[in-house]
């Protein structure tokens, strides 16, 4: 994710990364990550929220960080690292002092300082958000937000996913269009490269910038210059609607022994409404599974352990590695509705299928619960926090750790092989569904009623 890393779903992903407006945003317990890794994270200002999805957010310098006369007697600033810094104090008070081009607003320079010091880590998933920015990439927690609904990412001109900032070898990519949103309308696909918004090409920018470009009030225009395969580029007017993202859709399937589960993005609300599917397809008397994560860009990972544990019933769903390589295990949680082993379980992926959902799908294989069926799946091996700055001071979403599957593997870069590669043609006849007809026969079932093509 950008969910979101979530999605707009354009999230965080969206896509993929997560956000909405209420300043207010669900808070896993505890707030960072899956209990109990959370415990060992310090809440670092205001607010921390752990979050693994393709796309991202950001924030603001330090909090309380009071700028005064010079380098050694700022207060903020530690005398160890007073020298450090002087070029830093002796830049903002020249141009606070001397720079005659235009008045100067104290904000505007500490936001392009943080701005700054976050792009030069070069991660893709790191970023920094000013107050408005934070709250209008809020959105996509509630599952509502004003914009297109298209599911993006960042792809490299060797076609290596999460790279930054865009240009001519880092490009816009869509990982999917949420169903029934604008950009389905409009006919935006998956694979499909965003060049430019409105004329304005999206070279230099950000993920989270560039979403900002694309997202809009309802009923606004954008107009998005699309690259699909080696055509020449079009352009596409999409009208901005509210778009309200399903995150969990069920069905039976086959003769009526399998059920089926399509979860759209990962919040502790999904993960709720995914027990509650389960466990009435298996007091229906189902005895096969299929849980679709296809083109689900990720989201919080309370949701994505709560949703693994529905399936394992003991051991770890991930390992978390921090930065000086120390791992923790994040357990399976007792009670999951669908540990029986008797209970034969598909599990279906694609390239839009990024970071909670390869949590769950990487343990799910790892322990050899399901059998995964589709393509290789995004391969976001790493966990952002998102840290709340006092005041209007906006947010800093930050990589604070790599997870790794239950058998230590990183994903990240490399995605994850399913069991049975799918291969899928670029013209598939409406209505066809192969990767789930393959699903289907690997548990032995037929289709039953007519295969309907989720949307990615």
Known sequence: MMRSDAPDAVTSGSAPDAAADPPTPPTPTPTVAP???????????????????????????????????????EPSTPISEADAFRPFWDTYHTITDTYA???????????????????????????????????????????????????????????????????????????????????????LLAGDLILATDGQALDGL????????????????????????????FDVAITRDVVQRREV??????????????????????AVTVREDLAAH??????????????????????????????????????????????????????????DPKLRIVCLIDGGSASASEIVAGALQDTKRATLVGQTSFGKGT???????????????????????????????????PDVVVDVPPDLPAGSDPTLEKALQVLGATAGIPIRRPAV
Request: hydrophobic share 40%; glycine share 16%.
């Open 282 to 339: 298996v007091a229906a008397g189902r005895t096969a599974l299929i849980l679709d994560l296809r083109g689900d860009p990720g989201g919080f990972v309370t949701a994505a352990r709560s949703v693994a544990s529905e399936f394992i019933g003991s051991g770890p769903i991930f390992w978390e590695q921090d930065a000086g390589g120390g791992q923790l295990q994040t357990a399976a949680l007792p009670g999951g509705v669908a540990t």
């Open 383 to 417: 966990v952002q926090r998102w840290t709340e700055l006092t005041g209007e001071g906006g947010a800093v979403k930050l990589t604070i750790a790599r997870w790794l599957t239950p058998e230590k593997r990183w994903i990240h870069g490399v995605g994850l092989t």
């Open 101 to 187: 081009g235009s008045e100067v607003e104290r904000e505007t320079l500490i936001q392009g300082a943080i701005k700054g010091m976050v792009g030069a880590l070069g991660d893709p998933y790191s970023s920094y958000l000013t107050a408005q920015e934070y709250r209008e990439s809020l959105q996509g927690i509630n599952g509502q937000f004003e914009g297109v609904g298209a599911e993006i990412a960042t792809q490299g001109s060797d076609g290596a996913q999460g790279c930054a900032p865009l240009g001519p070898s880092c490009r816009l990519l869509v990982v999917g269009a949420i169903e029934g949103s604008p950009a389905e309308k409009a006919g």
């Open 35 to 73: 209990p109990p890794a959370a415990s060992r994270h310090a809440i670092v200002l205001s607010m921390a929220i752990a979050i693994v999805a393709v796309l991202a957010g950001s924030g603001l310098f330090l909090s309380g960080y009071t700028l005064g006369q010079r380098a050694a007697t």
């Open 249 to 270: 859709t069920s069905r039976v399937l086959g003769d009526g022994s399998v059920g089926y589960i399509r979860l759209f993005d990962f919040s502790d609300a999904a």
């Open 206 to 233: 950000t993920v989270d910038a560039a979403r900002a470009r694309v997202r809009g009030p309802k009923g606004s225009v954008v107009t998005l210059r699309v690259q699909r395969g080696v055509a020449a580029p």
